[in-house]
Each structure stands twice: as C-alpha cells, then as structure tokens.
C-alpha cells in the first residue's frame, strides 16, 4: 500500500509541475509534443525528417531524453537547433521536472515547437504528463500488428500514432491494417499516419497535419 | 527522498522473493530463462522457434508477462506446453511475487527448462530478479546497433544477447559488429547470437548453447 500512496504523490507532484510547464509554453506560444516508443522505433529519425521538412519556415527547439548518453542530442543539434539532453540515468521515463530543469537552457522567446524525445519504453511514459500540448506514440511495422492491444496506455492517451518503417513491409510479416484497428480499438479518435524515414514517405502529410495543429 | 527508501524496500523484498523461487527452480531441477527486449523484439516468436527446437527432447513449461492480452500465452500454448500468463494492468515489468503467484498453476515436477517472458520493456525488468538462472536479452537488427549503449542495464545483467530478425540486415541500416562490439563493451561476457525466426537461422546454434547450461 505504501508504495501506492507514494506513487500517487509523485503522480500529483509531477502533474503540479507539468501544468506550470504549460503555462510557461503557453505564455511563449509554444508547441509542445511529447514523441514516445519503444526503443528503435525509430523516434530519433523521425524528428530528422521532421526538423528537414521544418527548416527555414518554423523555429523548432528539441529536449532529447534518454537513459545512457547523448547519441541522439548529437544527431539532432546537427540540424542547427536549440537541443538539451537529458540523461535519466537508468530511470525509465521522463517527469516534468526534468523538462523543467532542462528549459533552463533553452531560451523559448521565438521558438514555435518544440520536441520532447522521451525514453524509449511504451509503458511508463505514459503516465507523465510533462506539460506537452500531446503525445503522439511511434511504432515500427517490425514491432508488429498486437502493440496497441498489449500496451494500452501509450495509445489511449496519444493524439497521434506514427506507422514508421513502412518501407520493410514488403520483407514482414505485418498487416497494417490490422494495426489501424487495432489502435483506434484502444483510442478510437487517433490520427494515424504510415512514414518511412528511409524514402520519406508519409512525412510531409504528418508534418503539414502538424503544421495546421500548432497554427490554431 | 521517500520514493527511493520505497524502491529500496520494493527491491529488498523483490530479492527475498526471487530467492525463494530460486531454492524452488533448484529443488525441481529447473534452469529458469528470463527473457527480456523491447516491444516487438521477437522474445516470442524466438520462444516459438526454441519450442520446436526442445520439443520432445526436453520438458519446457512458460510463463507469459503481458501489460495487457494473453495473446503471447496462447501463441505458446499451441506447442503443447504448461504455459501461465501473468497479466501486469499496466505493471512495466514481471516481480519475484508475480511469478511465484503464477508458479501455483504450474506442476514443476518433470520440468526441466522453464521459460518467463518479461513484459516488453529495455529499462525497469533489469531491476528485478525473478530466481532466474539467467536473464537472456533479445535486441533486433530494427532497432538499431546503438542500443546497448543507451539501455545499458539490461545488457549488463544479462548472461546472453540475442540479436534477432537477421534477414531483414539487406534493408536496414544496421551494423551488427558495432552493434556486438557496443554490447561487449558494456558487457565483455556477453556470449552473442544471432538468430532469425523467419528462415530459423542461428536457433539450433543459440538452443545447444542452452542445452549445454542446463545440462551442467
């Protein structure tokens, strides 16, 4: 029971910091989306192709969280924006107050959109709330059609799923239709859009659909 | 602060456990794998292949450790195995407590190789002993060959890397020898495999290393 209780404080602590979060990104008209899945799915690349399809038209800025090094801050600051990593070292998931403590080292003033990569893990993320306008879930077509069903929670609460890898189809075992039902049986009002980071594919259809959700 | 002495107890009385179903595996002669990747890894279809490979040979039994569903469970089921799901609500990994619920259902006796797949998860299952003579991790050529050194916990616990889905490496970007040098360098006695469950290559290799462990 303790652990329960503890838990539930942490919960209420986090959400408390996540809403100041919000204010703050609020108050400087900033986009906020919070990019979870498991590890590999292909997160990291994504936002490649996304900050290409953003450059020189939207001011873009990038927390990287991950459990063990800055591979991925590496990869990202390569495309000339604003990026903080965060190391969790070994926790599984980011909290609002890492985002916080992070947000001290980007100066917000001018940026329109910002991303937070999130820990590779489709389970505990989920239950973070770090201040973000919505989480959208990633998932590869190597994963897989039963994702959606066997963890849940990520799905419920995104606004969006990302279909990456759509270019291995041919080589998989995937039905990606089943896939579709599958998640909008958990979450019945999400967005679903089929990428390849390799030919390209679906990016500019995720990133205009984004462009006309940070424009509202 | 408090969070932490919670997690401290959490993982003390976790260890007590874990010692319990150790003293239990060891009283039935039973070599307990505990098996670990990210979602979407292949840990079951990896199980299927290993299944077909000890069928008749050897008497296996399985539990499953789902967040939700008990579609790995009866995936396993049809080799005609004991086979237990352990369905977590939401729980981002199996416990020693978990498992010796679970082991109620299972008759240990003639048993000689019991399988547990962990709940798809690179971070929170390295924490927990289940009384497992061994946690082997799964990690496939999808997910890139940076993954050791961004979860690097898992990969140091574990007493084998499996790299699985080698027939898809003609379409990715995926170098298996940085991939095993980044997993020996965060574990130098890491015995590495590399297997795909679609053409079986490597299975027979990584079931006769199983073998050779249990038979000692």
């Excluded at 849940?152 to 041919?170: C, E, H, T, V, Y």
Aim: aromatic share 6%; charged share 25%; net charge positive.
């Amino acid at each position: 029971m303790a652990i329960v209780t503890v838990e539930r404080k942490v919960l209420q602590k986090n959400d408390q910091i996540a809403c100041e979060n919000r204010e703050l990104f609020r108050k400087n008209g900033v986009f906020v989306v919070n990019l979870v899945s498991s590890p590999g799915s292909g997160k990291t690349s994504l936002l490649e192709r996304t900050l290409e399809y953003f450059k020189g038209s939207l001011p873009v800025a990038v927390i990287e969280g991950d459990v063990q090094t800055d591979l991925d801050a590496r990869r990202v600051a390569k495309y000339n924006v604003p990026t903080v990593q965060i190391v969790t070292n070994g926790g599984c998931h980011l909290e609002a107050n890492l985002v916080r403590d992070a947000l001290t080292n980007v100066d917000l003033r001018g940026i329109r959109l910002l991303f937070i990569e999130n820990v590779g893990n489709l389970v505990c993320p989920s239950n973070y709330d770090l201040g973000e306008a919505m989480k959208i879930v990633v998932t590869s077509t190597t994963e897989g059609d039963d994702k959606p069903l066997k963890y849940p929670g990520m799905f419920q609460r995104a606004s969006a799923l990302i279909i990456n890898k759509i270019d291995l189809l041919p080589y998989l075992n995937c039905d990606v239709k089943m896939l579709k039902r599958n998640a909008l049986t958990i979450n019945p009002s999400l967005k679903v859009f089929e990428t390849s980071c390799t030919t390209k594919e679906g990016i500019a259809e995720w990133c205009s659909w984004l462009d006309s959700k940070l424009r509202k």
